[in-house]
């Protein structure tokens, strides 16, 4: 059985070197909220009521463009029967309250916010509703089949109350155990509600993102970190930079070299005159290319291990058709480079920044300047793009370390060069994509993949922020080795699929490697959807079958991947392009979402361009129809932009790129038309942040196949 992300953080207890370590995922005692106010009415973490009547909601996801803001007060305003603009929307702190059910840690990723917090906020808004109601009965001395809750008063037939007059009375009343949903009939916001409640602070400037916040007399620090992937400093000279104007301080801090002044542009000038000898560290020497070259060798020398195995192989009949897949690594690159302002005292540490997992970072924090962790206190505002990068703690650290040796308030900036060649990357790829066509029948699908393990560097944060602070650092890096041959995000998307061959088989091959990884959007879907997607692809036209006929052969009657191909194909008057254009098609399963999409193309003075992008998606019941609109076109973009363009390379140890000129993103006239369509689906919601993204990379090359007949097997895409 293989390890998931989940299995591995719910297991009852951590093996290393014959040792067994049970831990309780709960906790002692209830810990106090940190937003608590005696004077409120709080029955749970998520929502409370002021004394002046205002609702307010508690955002335990962070909101960084993806649409959760909306979506959280949409799903809490049905049960309230409040307009949700009317809600009062607060981004929490930690709380363990707040804790992902299936990830263990407070934490924003793998699309999973409106998907498992359904039912939680409903029901945490319906607890209060029912407080209030009963408060009103009492109140009124009339029955609660009387009353009803609207837009943030309780009305009858004989007038209405305000809910501050209710709060005396529903303070004290017993939380009830048990609370009655709406049903999905009798919706009034869910599935309807389209205001964008963050859009207007946006636009005019308000909201807060890390960056912009202001504290009393903060420097700002600019670091100067090895360039060279695991190497370290061996001697700095500051005595330059000392001398330039609003320089407070040059120091040492963790292996990089700190540079206080007064403003960015001051530090980021004196930085600049900084000498630093660089030791180049345990990656000199490496390069993207003999990576590369290392992972085919693998191809052959190792077997891997066996993520997913169906059928007999002896049903795998006639002759055997192989092709080898690569991706390279790609960066976040999100608008709002990585930032943090941190002010230390003998109490404890508080920061403010934009982070997807306050909780991770908490730990960290805490082992890094030897607080304990309740003495960590993050403050998250809005993020300018987080994409899987802003799960990371680096940049609260550094600030936290700053900060407390400086003895100053201290916010430090990244620059684009830092932050380009500073993250934590999407990993590069290679596989094996074989079959065995027997005649016209495929009568085999394999995938052996190698790759190196996201997990195997991210597994020890987890295991930092859930095991006791009392145990020894390097027990979490021996769980990280552990982790490492099981990542379930290496092979996401190849295995488990709901396409029928008579043998189906999946393998994976860790590639070691010490370059940071990290979750990046749609993760190990991202580049597995290109490999399955456009060898599905070669099949088809190797047995001379349309595209989509043959992927719908291989698909059950009942499969909801069918459905979203039958839709897009039909949107897209699949088989019927413009003259002088071609079409790719691809569909794709991630994060429990279906997505579809189809690419009209053209080459253009040997160029590609492409025209329009057709995309069906069934993600269950949508909150906000529209916000599922933009993350599939946010999707499309995104996905677009790594096909066409993106690509990080290392050399001696080091990334070449540092900013947009060599790591570009798509422009307007570049972007396509986009056509987005749902399937109806009465089912729960599922993910919408990441599933847009998988299928593009995949349509793409299958369109530029049908156009110029090269199988372009490599990303980003390059014409020959």
């Known amino acids: 059985m293989g390890l998931s ?26 810990a106090k909220y940190p937003h608590f106010a005696a004077a409120d009415l709080q029955p749970n973490a998520y929502l409370q009521v002021s004394p002046s009547g205002e609702m307010i909601l508690q955002l335990h996801k962070c909101e960084m463009g993806q649409g959760v803001y909306t979506g959280m007060a949409t799903m809490a305003a049905e049960e309230l029967n409040m307009d949700p603009s009317l809600i009062t929307v607060q981004q929490a702190e930690f709380h363990p309250d707040f804790r992902d059910p299936e990830f263990y840690v407070m934490i924003t990723g793998g699309s999973s916010s409106i998907k498992l917090s359904y039912s939680i906020v409903r029901e945490a808004a319906a607890t209060v509703a029912a407080m209030l109601k009963t408060a009103a009965a009492q109140h009124l001395s009339l029955p609660e089949s009387a009353l009803n809750l609207k837009d943030g008063k309780l009305v009858y037939a004989g007038g209405e109350v305000s809910f501050a007059t209710l709060l005396p009375i529903a303070r004290a009343l017993p939380t009830p155990a048990e609370v009655t949903l709406k049903s999905p009939q009798d919706f009034q916001y869910i599935g309807r509600y389209n205001r964008r409640l963050d859009a207007l602070a946006k636009v005019t400037g308000k909201s807060e993102y890390g960056i912009d916040v202001q504290y009393p007399e903060a420097l700002t620090a600019v670091l100067l970190r090895c360039p060279h992937f695991g190497g370290k400093m061996k001697s700095f000279d500051a005595a330059k930079a000392l001398t330039k104007s609003g320089v407070k301080a040059v120091f040492e801090v963790d292996g990089a070299v700190a540079v206080l002044a007064n403003s960015y542009w001051q530090a980021r000038q004196a930085a600049g005159v900084v000498q630093v000898v660089w030791d180049k560290g345990p990656l000199a020497g490496v390069s ?26 002896s049903a795998a009949t006639g002759e055997l058709f192989e092709a080898i897949y690569d991706v390279p690594y790609l960066a976040h690159a999100t608008m709002e480079p990585m930032n943090a302002l941190a002010v230390a005292s003998k109490d404890g540490i508080e920061i403010w920044t934009g982070n997807q997992s306050p909780d991770i970072a908490m730990s ?55 932050d380009m060649r500073g993250d934590f990357y999407r990993p590069n790829s290679t596989v094996a994509m074989r079959a065995m066509i027997d005649q016209s029948a495929v009568t085999s699908l394999q995938a052996k993949v190698v790759a190196p393990s996201i997990m195997g560097s991210f597994v020890q944060f987890i295991s930092n922020t859930l095991l006791p602070q009392w145990l020894p650092n390097g027990l979490h890096s021996k769980l990280a080795g552990l982790a490492s041959g099981e990542d379930p995000a290496a092979s996401e998307g190849l295995a488990h699929s709901d396409y029928g061959f008579p043998y189906m088989r999946t393998d994976f091959v860790e590639q070691k490697t010490t370059i940071p990884l990290g979750y990046w959007r749609s993760v190990g879907h991202s580049q597995n959807a290109f490999f399955m997607e456009s060898f599905i ?18 698909l059950a009657k009942d499969s909801r991947r069918r459905k979203v191909l039958e839709m897009a194909a039909a949107r897209a008057n699949w088989g019927n392009p413009p003259a002088g254009q071609f079409q790719g098609v691809a569909v794709h399963e991630s994060f429990s979402t279906v997505v579809a999409q189809i690419i009209n193309i053209s080459i253009v003075d040997g160029k590609i361009k492409v025209h329009k992008v057709v995309c069906a998606v069934e993600c269950g019941m949508a909150i906000n129809p529209d916000i599922v609109t933009m993350q599939m076109e946010s999707g499309i973009v995104f996905g677009l932009t790594a096909a066409l363009k993106g690509e990080i390379t290392i050399d001696d140890g080091a990334v070449q790129q540092s900013n947009f000129h060599d790591y570009e993103m798509l422009r307007m006239n570049e972007s396509p038309e986009i056509e987005i369509y749902r399937v109806d689906s009465a089912n729960a919601p599922t993910g919408v942040g990441e599933p847009g993204v998988p299928p593009l990379a995949p349509a793409l090359a299958n369109a530029v196949f049908a156009a110029t007949g090269q199988r372009l097997r490599q990303l980003p895409l390059r014409l020959g």
């Open 5 to 30: 992300r989940r299995g591995f953080i719910k297991s009852s207890a951590i093996l290393g070197g014959g040792l067994a370590i049970g831990f309780n995922l709960s906790g002692c005692e209830k």
């Open 364 to 418: 960290e924090i805490a082992d890094a300047t030897g607080f304990k962790r309740e003495q960590v206190r993050i403050h998250n505002q809005m993020l300018g793009g987080g994409f899987g990068r802003r799960i990371m703690p680096d940049y609260l650290v550094e600030a936290a370390r700053v900060a407390q040796i400086s003895g100053k308030p201290v916010r430090v900036v990244w620059s684009r060069e830092d």
């Open 537 to 554: 692809d070669e099949l088809a036209h190797r047995t001379a079958q349309d595209p989509v006929a043959f992927r719908l052969a291989h």
């Open 288 to 313: 993207s290319q003999a990576l590369r070259e290392e992972r085919h060798r693998l191809l052959t020398s190792e077997d891997g291990k066996k993520v997913e195995e169906k059928g007999d192989v």
